[in-house]
């Protein structure tokens, strides 16, 4: 069937798989830039487009190198509520009334600015825009659902001393440790990580709903943060892993049974035989159907990002051939996400037309899909207080549905 436009821009929306850091309006990026004195490429927009903010890219390694540029900006407490209240916004436009906003907050801390101060910075731009859109009388007079958000804090896979301050210090700290088992070092920054973010969440009340690992995948086992996410189990913070983005099935089996991952981002390469580099798995197609299963059954929800795998995945040459298909073909719970809504180029409107137009959905598995995103997300708050937003979420849905005329 056909979506129009309209339509999907005025159902509402949830974006689960959004990095702050890579999600900057191109405008801000140029003026913080000047005011910060940080070199670009360019300083025209039409300039970054073509030198840095590609339509598509070689491969994930030059499509990471833009945050180069984005995170030397975000260096400042004022910085960062900007582009975290800017986010909330240009997501409120598009009629996205749920987002959790990951970043690495090892990648701000310097020597103005604690963790605490980086977290605190982003939730009170992100709170801002709820309270001002949350004041409206659209949602005062139940008109619209209300606009909520948590964040997630990224652990990176692996890093070095030009990442930032903070890893700087850390490997200059313990640089003997680097010198024979650095990735005792990666360990070391996850657990420290999780440690803080959840005692500063008690402390000062900030929503972070989850724990994140994002980084290579190849060469950096999710073995490595074991002790990070253990710790996060047992205080029942909510998990999720990039896995299955440039590695293969036994990524996403790690993040799985290591890690305990609610949710797995991207999980591009679920279905692919030819990832599977373990000898002892003799029967890969049965793995790979016997992963896929678990996944569906537990109803792990995979994150994914249709414009993002195809400008980092150059054997990916035509968007029907994304393992959506195959998802969507064993009745794997799927959230449809922006991953970064700069270096991409994209919105989750965007993201939805995307899919709907080149994949076998139906009214009532688009309505399965966006629904799933309210439900499988990590909402800051009771479980009671979830169901009854997600019943009001239904209901503007099928609104909407009758509005537009579309039925099942």
Not at 78 to 99: K, R
Not at 152 to 165: G, P
């Amino acid at each position: 069937m056909k979506f129009t436009k309209e339509f999907l821009q005025k159902i509402p929306k949830t974006d689960l798989h959004l990095h702050l850091d890579g999600s900057l309006r191109l405008d801000t990026l140029i003026a913080l830039s000047k005011e910060y004195k940080i070199e670009l490429p360019s300083y025209t927009e039409s300039g970054l487009r073509e030198l840095v903010f590609k339509e598509q890219y070689k491969d994930l390694g030059e499509y990471l190198q833009g945050f180069s540029y984005t995170t030397a900006v975000l260096q400042t407490k004022e910085a960062l509520q900007q582009v975290a209240y800017e986010l909330a916004w240009d997501n409120i436009n598009e009629g996205v009334f749920y987002i959790e906003v990951r970043f690495a907050p090892q990648l701000h801390i310097n020597k103005n600015l604690k963790i605490e101060d980086v977290l605190e910075a982003v939730n009170n731009g992100l709170k801002k825009a709820k309270q001002e859109f949350n004041d409206t009388k659209e949602v005062q007079t139940g008109e619209k659902p209300a606009f909520h958000y948590g964040i997630i804090v990224c652990a990176l896979r692996m890093f070095t001393k030009e990442f930032s301050y903070y890893y700087n210090q850390l490997i200059e700290t313990h640089r003997y440790s680097n010198l024979h088992r650095v990735h005792d070092l990666y360990s070391l920054a996850s657990l420290e990580l999780i440690k803080s973010a959840y005692y500063i969440k008690n402390d000062r009340n900030i929503p972070i709903v989850g724990f994140d690992l994002a980084g290579q995948e190849d060469g950096y086992p999710a073995s490595q943060h074991y002790e990070a996410y253990a710790f996060a189990h047992s205080h029942f913070i909510k998990k999720t892993v990039h896995a299955g983005e440039a590695y293969g099935a036994e990524s996403i089996f790690q993040a799985i049974t290591l890690l305990h991952a609610n949710r797995i981002g991207h999980g591009f390469y679920l279905f692919d035989k030819d990832k599977i580099e373990n000898p002892e798995i003799k029967d890969k197609e049965k793995y790979i159907y016997e992963l896929a299963n678990y996944i569906a059954t537990s109803r792990i929800t995979i994150e994914v990002c249709l414009t993002s795998n195809m400008q980092t995945n150059p054997n990916l040459k035509n968007i029907k051939d994304h393992s959506l298909k195959e998802m969507l073909k064993q009745g794997l719970s799927v959230s449809l996400c922006t991953d970064n809504r700069l270096v991409s180029n994209t919105t989750v409107t965007k993201e939805v037309q995307y899919a709907v137009d080149n994949f076998d959905i139906s009214p009532k598995r688009l309505k399965n899909i966006i629904i799933y995103g309210f439900k499988r997300n990590f909402f800051p708050g009771p479980y009671a207080k979830q169901r009854q937003y997600c019943r009001q979420i239904i209901d503007y849905y099928e609104k909407i549905e009758k509005e537009i005329g579309i039925s099942d």
